[in-house]
């Protein structure tokens, strides 16, 4: 039997760091877990993890430029440039003009590097197994706090902006009463808070105000 007495109670009291804290820290432990399997999954690849995360969002957005890689993965272009080279030696990915842009190169997939980047973007499946533990009301509230670290990330400048529906231009947050009370204009679709896109690939970066208004919309139930 166990015993608890209650004069022991305020030591945890006085000698727990705070719940921010210790959220704080296991999101670190996850963030080594990630790290770790990225690194490992790539080097049975031939890959760096950065040049896995190129081929993986070429696969879910389609050809792209230099540029546009190192915005939506939040790398250095020198960083991205260097992996860009190696891919294209390695015959995983082809540069030509961009139509849009005459003085960037386009970037496009090989055959062989569309095969590794599916792969590659199943590297996270280890996370999603966790997460997958967790009960649906759990994961809804984990998601719904992920969203808003997301963002306020992003607000500091260490998350790109891009991918997320509560900073597109075709997003309404909550227009409407009940389980899907926001909406997406590109589709005219209803969605509900839990539907939300994190990377969609047809997101539309809205201006930084409309942004905010857009955000402050998200918060604010209807």
Same mark, same amino acid.
């Given at each position: 039997?166990?015993?608890?007495?209650?004069?022991?109670?305020?030591?945890?009291?006085?000698?727990?760091?705070?719940?921010?804290?210790?959220? =704080?820290?296991?999101?670190?432990?996850?963030?080594? =877990?990630?790290?770790?399997?990225?690194?490992?999954?790539?080097?049975?690849?031939?890959?760096?993890?950065?040049?896995?995360?190129?081929?993986?969002?070429?696969? =879910?957005?389609?050809?792209?430029?230099?540029?546009?890689?190192?915005?939506?993965?939040?790398?250095?272009?020198?960083?991205?440039?260097?992996?860009?080279?190696?891919?294209v030696e390695k015959?995983?990915?082809?540069?030509?003009?961009?139509?849009?842009?005459?003085?960037?190169?386009?970037?496009?997939?090989?055959?062989?590097?569309?095969?590794?980047?599916?792969?590659?973007?199943?590297?996270?499946?280890?996370?999603?197994?966790?997460?997958?533990?967790?009960?649906?009301?759990?994961?809804?509230?984990?998601?719904?706090?992920v969203v808003k670290?997301?963002?306020?990330l992003q607000d500091?400048?260490?998350?790109?902006?891009?991918?997320?529906?509560?900073?597109?231009?075709?997003?309404?947050?909550?227009?409407?009463?009940?389980?899907?009370?926001?909406?997406?204009?590109?589709?005219?679709?209803?969605?509900?808070?839990?539907?939300?896109?994190?990377?969609?690939?047809?997101?539309?970066?809205? =201006?930084?105000?409309?942004?905010?208004?857009?955000?402050?919309?998200?918060?604010?139930?209807?």
């Amino acid at each position: 039997m166990l015993f608890m007495s209650r004069t022991s109670l305020p030591y945890f009291d006085e000698n727990t760091e705070p719940l921010s804290s210790r959220i =704080a820290t296991g999101l670190h432990k996850i963030g080594l =877990a990630m790290k770790q399997q990225a690194w490992q999954q790539a080097n049975e690849e031939g890959l760096s993890a950065t040049q896995g995360q190129i081929l993986a969002a070429m696969v =879910a957005q389609g050809p792209l430029t230099g540029s546009e890689l190192s915005q939506r993965l939040g790398v250095t272009l020198p960083t991205i440039s260097d992996s860009v080279r190696v891919l294209v030696e390695k015959k995983l990915v082809t540069k030509s003009p961009d139509p849009r842009h005459p003085r960037a190169s386009l970037l496009t997939l090989t055959q062989k590097g569309s095969q590794l980047g599916a792969r590659a973007r199943s590297w996270p499946e280890f996370m999603a197994a966790a997460v997958s533990d967790l009960t649906a009301d759990e994961q809804r509230a984990f998601f719904s706090g992920v969203v808003k670290m997301i963002r306020s990330l992003q607000d500091q400048g260490l998350v790109p902006v891009g991918g997320m529906c509560v900073t597109c231009t075709h997003f309404r947050p909550n227009v409407r009463t009940g389980a899907a009370p926001h909406h997406c204009a590109l589709v005219d679709a209803p969605l509900a808070s839990d539907q939300v896109r994190l990377d969609c690939p047809e997101h539309e970066l809205a =201006a930084e105000a409309p942004r905010r208004e857009l955000w402050e919309q998200f918060m604010r139930p209807a």
